[in-house]
DNA sequence: CCAAAACGTTAACTTAAGATAAGAATTTTT
DNA sequence: AAAAATTCTTATCTTAAGTTAACGTTTTGG
């Protein structure tokens, strides 16, 4: 796949925030910078300023912490989502996480300079505050909803709501990887698949 | 303290995010509406869709679920700061938390309908979607912090954590509430406490 | 001002999770 | 193809959390 091709993908994405017109995509379009990564190589690094949000294109990344030496994954970002330790990129702060390729990964980046750079284009300003706005508020929802998992739901209830709508998930990580993303350690998950199987 | 007084300190709140001239402020202003809530009111209840954000002038809320018939607190929010099931009103659909007034509570709101109606007004339209994304952003990033700590810390760390940077919610909030938006039960944070004062 | 409700702690018991280690199966690397 | 690393399960032991109930204290509301 080319980057005019990837571009038609990326397009067609951006149009469920926004749609743009010929003259402003053409705008856009030089703001932006494809990249990619080989598998484990990193996107985003702790103590590292993460100074740019990515489309993905293809392939898939892996949200980590380390602590206590120890590798705790957070969350997952797979083909046509956003990627970016978005905290860090907001306020310019140093990264908490880690954010490593699980495998070859082709992305769009649009970095902070650009951003900021559209954002103070009056071509360009109104809609990418639109822009901002809607996939902040996306990303707001998915997070309500994931707070309210580890409030309201026991690791048990957490892993059968995931075995319910988190199928590609499911499929595409070891299991380790999701007992953390569920808050619980890899040998607690394998206790609970155990006591699901003999329950049922 | 009165609608305009209140204004005053809206304004200068608002000023963090977004700098109306005085022609917009005219615009901006009419589309407020202004309410009390007595304590234990609703702001939002469980099944029913929550229209509106809210500033809080004065007072505090409290979001809650009910999950088999328990009440377990999420969050809170205090004067200044805002309030909203927001992705019930963002999506539509009914929110899944309930908020209640905590005290008696002054809020300043802006409904769905006016929001939408300011998006659609060229004279505010870029200064609200502005708004509207700095402030998505703003609470992304307290939740990427709190999903975080779920991930990574357990529950005594999460309650250490609170001592040292939640100074307002501890002091204004019974410990069972405050159990739950650590993601535990009541018996289990007075059980901490005491080892804490024990191990001193 | 009194009764009722709410709050925080403690105890006893049950259940589940964390830590560690071992081992088998699979995958990756060289 | 062999070696190394990763993955998942299982077992043992320890620690902590959930559940329920009781009790004294404080707060609230009529």
């Known amino acids: 796949m080319d980057s005019s091709a990837a571009l038609v993908i990326f397009r067609k994405a951006l149009e469920k925030f926004v749609v743009f017109n010929e003259a402003e995509w053409i705008v856009f379009t030089q703001h932006l910078t494809f990249s990619t990564l080989k598998k484990k190589q990193y996107f985003a690094a702790y103590d590292k300023v993460c100074d740019k ?4 294109v293809t392939g898939s990344v892996r949200y980590f912490h380390i602590k206590d030496g120890q590798d705790i994954t957070g969350y997952f970002s797979f ?8 905290k860090s990129y907001l306020t310019n702060q140093p990264s908490l996480t880690y954010i490593q390729a699980l495998e070859d990964t082709r992305l769009i980046n649009i970095s902070k300079k650009d951003m900021d750079a559209m954002l103070n284009n009056p071509l360009l300003a109104y809609k990418m505050e639109r822009f ?12 309500e909803d994931r707070v309210a998992s580890f409030i309201t739901q026991s690791p048990e209830e957490r892993y059968l709501n995931l075995l319910s709508t988190g199928r590609e998930i499911l499929q595409r990580m070891p299991q380790h990887y999701i007992a953390n993303f569920l808050g619980i350690t890899p040998v607690s998950l394998s206790r609970i698949r155990r006591r699901l199987i003999l329950a049922k």
Chains 1, 2 share one sequence.
Request: charged share 15%; hydrophobic share 40%.
């Open 53 to 56: 949000v990515a489309f993905i």
């Open 79 to 86: 083909e046509n989502e956003w990627v970016s330790s978005y």
């Open 132 to 143: 901002g706005r809607l996939i902040a508020e996306h990303y707001l929802c998915c997070y």
